[in-house]
């Protein structure tokens, strides 16, 4: 498989886990959520909306540290307050 083809699955995955993690988020299905995005993140590791999602599904879960975590670790440092960065 040529590398173009392989970038194309690999953003096709990326784009599909990532749609299946939002429709978890909306329908309260937390857990699962959690499984696909963290799935999706070792595909893309930098991408920021996933990360958010990840971060919003932990506050769900009661997982704050966590959550936190992610939130202190993405955007710029001028951007760097939690709550604005979980508005999804």
């Not at 919003?56 to 955007?75: D, H, K, P, T, V």
């Amino acid at each position: 498989m040529s590398t173009g083809v392989k970038q194309s699955v690999n953003q096709q995955n990326i784009d599909y886990l990532s749609l299946l993690g939002y429709q978890y988020l909306s329908h309260g299905r937390f857990g699962a959520a959690v499984a696909v995005i963290e799935g999706a993140l070792v595909l893309e590791p930098d991408d920021g909306n996933l990360k958010r999602s990840l971060a919003y599904a932990y506050l769900n879960l009661g997982r704050c540290q966590e959550c936190l975590e992610i939130l202190e670790r993405i955007g710029e440092p001028e951007d760097r307050e939690p709550v604005a960065l979980l508005e999804l």
